[in-house]
């Protein structure tokens, strides 16, 4: 790349900083008015404005303050998606502490390394999570108080929680009168920590900047495509990977907000996008297998919802056609991870696209997509050499940009840039027209007689079975190809499928080489804490697993 010159004309240009706090001022002043839905863990379904969310956002920061809590601080959250989660999203960010996200699904014992990690100084959190806080509090090295999101008459008779806090009584002692500071865009601003499935997890610290070019970015009509006239239900959590980004892209297009809480089943979901007319909804596939089946299961029909984003893992393509052909809705696939605030890619179609068959169409939605500006990538084979854009040649993804990280928190793991690029540890194609295709993680892929097979798209063609409700390929060892795929498949309730039928479902949709060498039914899936199934634990559970010899 072109180095800059030595004394560049500099632009003449406000010198405005990219503040996490400008989004929910913006969304006061310009969508005072507009809607933040939430169903609560107390059960009920409690609704408010932006503004009222700006001004308890402002006492909450004030009650930090006044609890000593300083720039770069970090206070944590371990809460699902509502108001209150919001205004602590704005009030720790906005302040300039630093927002850190815990994953309540994570083990105990993994939530109190992170919070010592992170050194957090303050925890808030959902009064679901109580027996949580109680088994790792005495275990946090660093942490002044515990913070119950609910009301006085909400909290414990007796607990073993050091300094428990109430936190609607600390709204209620605050005053709403709060400037929020001024400060270098790049500074700390939100902190969440990788899934870590092999060792300890790591932290990805977004800055201001990111957070809010990445917020831009996210809302184009080719990214998330969020305006002021969507309902948008993030069922992505607010604590891993900041849902997305939803809680800033939607405030910063003024569309109305519905938090789904702790409810994610099928029934719940569903009943809200009913009641609150929502539009868009961005989720994990596993979520959206619940939503489907509970529909199929009622005979319901959808009468707002238009768009949905998926992404996490793989979106199988009978999913984005039950979407599509059966309820009409449309399905961005979308990739990312938290090292990338996380999007890197969305696949939409351009309009050399439009004058294609449903199934061309689908051709093209069902890769990961193209890149979105300010997401650069490319693959490299083993050796680091560029590999051409052709749509089948596949290598290690690499990706560069202004929100993904350029090192972890506290410099964990060393460099990880490789030339100014961060490897993101998939496999994928990327072809003419720069959409890209996960092929793998690269710890998946299964290595046969040198050869590499990527599990998504075995699994993908066994779930187009009627017969399959999930799939899960591993390589499970083989004394002459070293590995070889053995399918795991959950059927759907009441469907059958017998080993052999699934297996010559195979045939002629792939190299037959390719074929798993067998298929055995289980119960259901390991799901990790973001909702992807654990190849890790299926690994280790079939590893001593027999293959059929041929
Ligand atoms: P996380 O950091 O927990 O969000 O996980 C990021 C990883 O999830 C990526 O590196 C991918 O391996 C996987 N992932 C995310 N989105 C997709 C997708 N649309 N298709 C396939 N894998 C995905």
């Known amino acids: 790349m072109a180095q800059y010159p030595q004394s560049p004309t500099m632009g003449q240009m406000m010198d405005r900083p990219l503040l996490i706090s400008s989004i ?17 863990v107390e059960g009920d379904i409690h609704r408010y404005t932006y503004r009222d969310c700006h001004k308890r956002a402002r006492q909450l920061a004030n009650a930090l303050a006044g609890l000593g809590v300083k720039m770069g601080e970090r ?58 806080v109680e088994a790792f509090a005495s275990h946090c090295n660093t942490v002044k108080g515990f913070i119950l999101m609910g009301d006085r008459d909400r909290m414990p008779a007796t607990t073993t929680i050091p300094n428990l806090m109430c936190y609607e009584d600390l709204i209620a002692a605050n005053s709403a009168e709060f400037e929020w500071p001024l400060f270098d865009e790049n500074a700390a601003s939100s902190l969440c920590y990788t899934s870590g499935t092999t060792g300890n997890p790591k932290g990805a610290l977004y800055s201001h900047r990111s957070t809010v070019l990445h917020s831009y970015a996210s809302a184009m009509p080719d990214s998330l495509n969020v305006s002021a006239r969507d309902t948008v239900l993030p069922v992505v959590p607010m604590f891993h990977v900041n849902a997305w980004g939803l809680p800033y892209s939607v405030p910063l297009t003024g569309a109305k907000m519905v938090f789904p809480g702790p409810a994610l089943d099928g029934k719940s979901i569903y009943d809200l996008f009913e009641a609150e007319q929502v539009t868009f909804s961005a989720g994990v596939p596993t979520v959206w297998l619940g939503l489907l089946t509970y529909m199929a299961q009622n005979e319901l029909k959808f009468s707002s919802f238009k768009r949905t984003v998926i992404g996490g893992s793989a979106c199988p393509p009978a999913m984005m056609r039950a979407f599509r052909q059966q309820h009409g809705v449309e399905v961005v696939h979308a990739w990312g991870m938290t090292e990338m605030s996380p999007l890197g890619t969305c696949g939409t179609l351009q309009t050399k696209h439009l004058g294609l068959s449903e199934e061309g169409q689908m051709a093209v939605l069902a890769k990961q997509g193209h890149a979105i500006f300010g997401v650069d990538m490319k693959i490299v084979d083993d050796a680091g050499v560029e590999l051409p854009w052709d749509g089948s040649t596949y290598g290690n993804l690499l990706v560069r940009g202004p929100w993904i990280i350029s090192s972890y928190f506290k410099n964990e793991g060393g460099d990880v840039l490789v030339d100014g690029w961060f490897p993101t540890g998939d496999v994928a194609t990327i072809d003419a027209d720069g959409y890209m295709q996960i092929t793998d993680r690269s710890k998946d892929v299964i290595k046969s007689g040198g050869e590499w097979i990527g599990t998504i798209d075995l699994e993908n063609i066994a779930m187009a079975h009627p017969a ?83």
């Open 24 to 40: 929910i001022e913006h969304a006061d002043r310009y969508f005072g008015s507009n809607e933040i839905v939430s169903r609560r």
């Open 75 to 132: 206070v944590g959250t371990i809460a699902w998606n509502g108001y209150r989660h919001m205004e602590a999203y704005y009030a720790i960010s906005g302040s300039g502490a630093v927002l850190h996200t815990i994953n309540p699904r994570l083990h105990p014992e993994q939530v109190a390394y992170i919070a010592n990690h992170a050194e957090d100084q303050y925890i808030l959190f959902d009064m679901t999570f109580l027996p949580l």
């Open 468 to 550: 399959v409700l999930q799939a899960a390929c591993i390589g499970v060892f083989h004394p002459k190809w070293d590995e070889r795929p053995l399918l795991l498949v959950v059927k759907k309730t009441g469907a059958d499928v017998t080993k052999e039928a699934l297996l010559a479902f195979y045939e002629g949709k792939i190299a037959k080489w390719w074929t798993p060498d067998d298929i055995a039914f289980i119960d259901a899936l390991p799901v990790g804490a973001t909702g992807k199934i654990l190849k890790n634990k299926l690994r280790e559970q079939f590893k001593d697993h027999v293959l059929p010899t041929a």
